[in-house]
């Protein structure tokens, strides 16, 4: 399953750079994650300074 940013996201890339296939990229208010890119590595989650990431 995907992993899904919440309105707690700050922008501040940590969960882009972290990524290892790219599938998160700037939004117009904030970071998304391509769920069909997206290999549930968990690699953002952690990398995530506020928490805005979870398993979707």
């Known amino acids: 399953m995907a992993y899904v940013i919440s309105d707690a996201c700050v922008s501040c890339g940590a969960c882009a750079d972290g990524c290892p296939v790219g599938a998160i990229a700037q939004g117009d208010t904030q970071y ?12 953002c ?10 398993e979707g």
């Open 32 to 43: 998304n994650i391509d769920a069909d890119v997206c290999v549930s590595c968990g690699a």
């Open 45 to 54: 989650e952690a990398n995530c300074p506020t928490g805005a990431i979870a």
